[in-house]
């Protein structure tokens, strides 16, 4: 029997707000342990939580991002569990009215579009992190608790099982990120724990309506991760299946090193979290203006801003997709052309020369020593024939280490391209003279005569005459 994996999944982002969701203690990531805490965070007797009126505007603007509906009347819960680092013995999270509902993103997965429905989003308070004296809890001897991360302020997006599979759902999850990117409402280091999820995976015999048995894995926090723990998991139920064994519900771990799910505990019952409306906190009311002045705010998202350079300035979709991955690379695209640069040429320099610069120093877009303004005029050198593509690379690593503008950097070090016929002539009956062999070997020897020219003119010829005198002197 063949089967399908069916795929939700919950994805939790920390908000980018300077204090916790309802106290004044800073968020930032990587301080002394237990240094960013105070009584409402630690839940200490007597104390009082009050809303960060920023994570209520972040979610509506996640939630009108992602498509959904918002509501104008939601509310806080108390999520009742025991765990080492949620000192209260309950999370203030949403419940049955939560901040946004009835939402959808699409993906491409080769070549396919497809509509992912997003259930709901609501806001709640990061718990704490457990520090193991060992690399894992087995291995451990004792185990301290970071209260820093506790209060941080989370949205939790939770979709329908619409993903069938691996490369779906980590589409879907770079999809999430590059959104919350764009509206500027959460960092997404994955790396810091700012974007994890939780995945669910089933699977059921194609062509059935009726949902098997689910497995939920933990945090997962890279879509590398995502990708390897569904493949994974996935495998292991279909070989249960076959060999007719049966399926437990169950939380399970993914074993990076080892490349495998392990399993962490059962869930045979639905966990009974006994919610309660949050009595130290008022309902959260938003009004129809509010709602239209915070979608005013929003950016141009990633699929209308790639529709708009495929449309507007004819770039291939792929070009779109990579220059919109990220909001500081399509912004810093529209500056490259906005300064006079063609937009093909912008989008190859871009993904080229400049992506792997950035990579190779491990920087991002945002510090690029090549500012758009100087890209756009080195473009506009080339376009002009002042130098050509081959001496713009190393005008472009100039550019790079010093800072300085393609113009100043092409006097200083008189990289100006020949473009006098005469002095192109000499250089290219010399190398006709001086390669006899290679003459007689014409025209297979084209591309070796052309590179003998550009040698001897220490490649400030123009490559174009180059090639159309060779071709008049010698076809």
Not at 207 to 236: H, Q, W
Not at 344 to 366: Q, R
Request: net charge negative; with cysteine.
């Amino acid at each position: 029997m063949k089967y399908e994996a069916v795929i939700g999944l919950e994805i939790h982002s920390e908000l980018k707000t300077n204090t916790k969701i309802f106290c004044s203690c800073a968020t930032s990531f990587g301080a002394d342990q237990n240094t960013h805490v105070c009584p409402v965070c630690l839940g200490l007797p007597g104390v009082l939580p009050v809303v960060n009126k920023r994570v209520v505007e972040f979610a509506i603007k996640a939630g009108l991002a992602l498509n959904c509906t918002i509501n104008k009347f939601s509310k806080f819960d108390r999520k009742n569990y025991y765990y080492p680092d949620l000192p209260k013995n309950f999370q203030t999270s949403q419940f049955d009215l939560p901040i946004a509902e009835h939402g959808y993103v699409d993906i491409e997965v080769e070549g396919k579009t497809k509509r992912i429905r997003i259930t709901r989003i609501h806001m709640e308070e990061d718990a704490g992190k457990l520090v193991h004296s060992g690399t894992t809890i087995k291995d451990s001897s004792s185990s301290n608790v970071d209260y820093n991360r506790t209060g941080v302020p989370l949205i939790e997006i939770v979709s329908e099982p619409d993903m069938h599979s691996p490369a779906e759902a980590r589409a879907y999850m770079e999809k999430i990120k590059s959104i919350l990117q764009y509206i500027d409402v959460s960092n997404c280091k994955m790396e810091e724990g700012n974007l994890r999820a939780d995945v669910n995976v089933s699977l059921r015999p194609e062509g059935s309506e009726k949902l098997g048995t689910k497995v939920e894995m933990k945090n997962l926090n890279s879509f590398k991760v995502i990708e390897d723990a569904l493949e994974y998991e996935i495998e292991r139920q279909n070989e249960v299946l076959e060999d007719g064994g049966i399926l437990v519900q169950e939380t399970r771990t993914w074993d990076d090193g080892r490349g495998i799910t392990l399993s962490m505990r059962s869930k045979e019952k639905a966990q009974d979290y006994r919610y309660m409306p949050e009595p130290d906190l008022v309902p959260i009311v938003t009004t129809d203006e509010q709602i239209e002045a915070y979608k005013k705010e929003l950016p141009e998202l990633p699929d209308a801003r790639k529709a708009r350079l495929v449309n507007e300035y004819g770039l291939p979709t792929y070009d779109a997709e990579i220059i919109t991955s990220t909001r500081a690379m399509a912004e810093y695209f529209d500056a490259v052309v906005d300064a006079g640069a063609d937009a093909k040429l912008a989008s190859n320099w871009i993904m080229g020369e400049l992506s792997k610069h950035l990579n190779a120093n491990e920087m991002t877009i945002e510090n690029s020593p090549v500012s758009a303004q100087n890209l756009a005029s080195l473009i506009g050198l080339i376009g002009k024939g002042t130098i050509s593509s081959k001496i713009a690379k190393t005008v472009f690593e100039e550019m790079w280490t010093s800072g300085d503008t393609p113009e100043k950097i092409v006097k200083d070090k008189g990289l100006v391209q020949i473009t006098d016929t005469r002095a192109i002539e000499e250089i290219v009956d010399k190398a006709i003279a001086d390669n006899p062999k290679a003459v007689a070997d014409y025209p297979k020897s084209m591309g070796f005569l052309i590179g003998q020219v550009m040698k001897a003119s220490k490649g400030k010829a123009n490559p174009g005459l180059v090639n159309k005198m060779i071709k008049e002197k010698l076809g």
